[in-house]
């Protein structure tokens, strides 16, 4: 968007589509609890500008993806796979996760679809099937459980409608209407092949005129439903939508009972929670934290220890929790796999503060300036920066407050099953000033504005990383931190 706004060359003329993220599921674990700065981690003196620990990186990337390609899975235990995948999907629920080794993968995996004006698609696939067409002809290849024989399978094609029926199947392992015609009834044939986890049809299926199809299936008029495909797959593939992994399709449960028919069927969509345990909340409040209470709360975080060389979703069991410690905020914090957003201190009061906790790092460091809190001139001057206008007006439009403006509290906190998102509120709540303390921090901050040397040419010079003091001597004042601090 923010190149589109400065008119950059390559954003007019390309698109993303899809973000794509790798992790390693043998490694995850301990990358997971790698507090180095990532930085240090970088092979080749390649470059990170972002003082980011590699946890924290790994935890943006995957959440920013639109597919995590999970490789290596050929050297991970089923604990570090299951970590792995459980984590993924906690950190990101509407991520595709899509399994590999030696890196292998097929593009349709993990490539968007092609745009129907730039190309129509000479493959395609739904959970259970795959397709392929050339000007005249379409294949199918629909898999089948490993003891399938010929005898099993039953077919239902006309010049428009493909089923594909399994013996003992209450609905079909295939059906819809297609694109296109078929030349005829008797214009097809297909033939059973592949052992266990690789048993499956082929059908091939000659076209009535030569041509490609936009789609394998017909396209659902304007305020009608997509059409069911896979009737006996439909609750897995809301979960596949979902970011989840599958197995081997032929060994999933089937649902419907007996009897052949259309027709859509109920919808089921499982959560991270129902399958994993694994929930989110978002706190927030309009108050601003002691800079002194959330010190100690940070202090006391259960952090895993140095000598704690892998992370495993054991670790978020209360459980390992000694008697003595249970109700304690350190405790109520255990099960916490992963928090970040933004926070109001009152040592900082004119700035935005990010918070940022994965693995083995929690740091609230100062961000941004509070929108509200700027004069008039220092607002027009800050929404010239790219993208910053949209920001503002967005955040004009769903978050001002009357009072405060944009100024709050909003970090999303991800755990295990045993948090509790009512402990969890009510330690961060004891953090926030009181009244008394509030109305203290109102007479001391009314007056208070960002200076005026953070913004105009000054300020550009800042943005940029330089000293102005120094700017254009030979000398540059290396104004970046040396590390992530876990500080207020």
């Known amino acids: 968007d923010i190149g589109v706004e400065v008119g950059m060359p390559a954003t007019l003329l390309t698109e993303i589509k899809r973000t794509v993220a790798v992790v390693d599921a043998s490694l995850f674990g301990s990358d997971w609890l790698d507090s180095r700065a990532a930085a240090l981690r970088n092979e080749d003196d390649a470059q990170h500008m972002g003082f980011e620990t590699v946890g924290q990186l790994l935890a943006e990337q995957v959440e920013k993806a639109d597919v995590v390609l999970v490789n290596k899975t050929d050297l991970a235990t089923d604990e570090e796979q299951a970590t792995t995948e459980q984590v993924l999907q906690a950190l990101n629920p509407d991520g595709v996760i899509v399994r590999a080794t030696y890196g292998r993968v097929s593009p349709n995996e993990i490539l968007p679809d092609i745009p129907a004006a730039i190309k129509y698609p000479e493959f395609g696939k739904g959970m259970n099937y795959r397709w392929a067409q050339n000007e ?24 428009t409608w493909v089923e594909v029926w399994i013996k003992g199947d209450g609905v079909p392992r295939l059906q819809g209407k297609l694109f296109g015609r078929l030349r005829g009834l008797d214009e097809w044939l297909w033939e059973l092949d592949g052992e266990g986890d690789d048993r499956h049809v082929g059908v091939f299926l000659e076209k009535s005129e030569e041509g490609m199809w936009e789609d394998l299936w017909e396209k659902p008029k304007k305020g009608e439903e997509a059409a069911v495909h896979e009737p006996a797959f439909e609750d897995v593939a809301e979960d596949a939508h979902a970011g989840s992994v599958l197995g081997d399709a032929s060994q999933l449960p089937l649902v419907g009972g007996p ?18 345990g694994i929930s989110s909340f978002v706190y927030e409040r309009r108050r ?19 000598n704690k060389k892998s992370f495993v979703l054991d670790d978020l069991d209360l459980q390992q929790v000694s ?24 040592s900082d009061p004119l700035k935005m503060h990010e918070w940022a906790h994965a693995g083995r790092t929690l740091s609230v460091l100062p961000l941004e300036w509070w929108w509200s809190v700027l004069k008039e001139d220092q607002l027009n001057f800050q929404v010239c920066y790219p993208g910053a206008k949209g920001r503002y007006e967005q955040c004009r439009e769903e978050k001002w407050d009357y009072k405060w403006g944009d100024r709050r509290q909003e970090v999303v906190f991800i755990g295990g099953p045993c948090m509790s998102e009512e402990d969890v509120t009510a330690v961060l709540d004891e953090c926030l000033l009181d009244d008394e303390e509030l109305r ?49």
Not at 136 to 159: A, C, M, Y
Not at 259 to 276: I, L, P, W
Not at 288 to 294: D, E, H, I, V, W
Not at 295 to 302: A, S, V, Y
């Open 136 to 159: 005249t002809v379409v294949q199918l290849r629909v898999k089948v459980p490993p003891k399938t024989k010929s005898r099993d399978i039953d077919f239902n094609i006309g010049r």
């Open 259 to 276: 009897g052949r028919r259309r027709g859509r069927f109920a919808k089921h969509r499982v959560s991270a929670d129902q399958r994993f």
């Open 288 to 306: 601003p934290f002691s800079s002194a209470r959330l010190q100690r709360l940070i202090d006391g975080w259960p952090l895993p220890t140095e």
């Open 323 to 346: 008697s003595a410690s249970s109700g304690s905020p350190g405790s109520v914090m255990k099960p916490v796999l992963r928090s970040k957003g933004f926070c109001w201190v009152d």
């Open 440 to 488: 203290d921090y109102e007479a001391r901050t009314e007056s208070l504005a960002p200076p005026d040397t953070y913004f105009g040419i000054e300020g550009l010079i800042r943005q940029m990383g330089e000293d102005p003091a120094t700017f254009g001597k030979g000398k540059g004042a290396d104004a970046s931190p040396s590390g992530t601090e876990s500080s207020v």
